[in-house]
Nanobody
Framework: QVQLVESGGGLVQPGGSLRLSCAASGSIFRINAMGWYRQAPGKQRELVAIIPTGGSTNYADSVKGRFTISRDNAKNTVYLQMNSLKPEDTAVYYC??????????????WGQGTQVTVSS
């Protein structure tokens, strides 16, 4: 069993910054890709950013140049630095990880979600 625990959401004014963190723990052999998704009210969940192991990062067009994804493999943690936030960034942000467990099977895990609200 693997758990993803997110932190760092909250209320911020337009133009402000937030940093999200997501720590994975449990029966982890290796983590492949880690990423962030978001879901606004009435909309489908969408990819925000993804960072594969040893690969290049990928961002949604709407956040390029404003958001930065990074990971600390030693801590099994992924981060999302969000700058120049806009009201349209308001959503629940979910962490995702593709994990090879200690039984050598691959699973896709999700965090519980953290609310980000951008409003004046």
């Amino acid at each position: 069993q693997v758990q993803l625990v997110e932190s760092g959401g909250g209320l911020v004014q337009p133009g402000g910054s937030l940093r999200l963190s997501c720590a994975a723990s449990g029966s982890i052999f290796r983590i492949n890709a880690m990423g962030w998704y978001r879901q606004a009210p009435g909309k489908q969940r969408e990819l925000v950013a993804i960072i594969p192991t040893g690969g290049s990062t990928n961002y949604a067009d709407s956040v390029k140049g404003r958001f930065t994804i990074s990971r600390d493999n030693a801590k099994n943690t992924v981060y999302l630095q969000m700058n120049s936030l806009k009201p349209e960034d308001t959503a629940v942000y979910y962490c995702n990880a593709v994990v090879i467990t200690t039984t050598f099977r691959e699973y896709n895990y999700w965090g519980q979600g953290t609310q980000v609200t951008v409003s004046s």
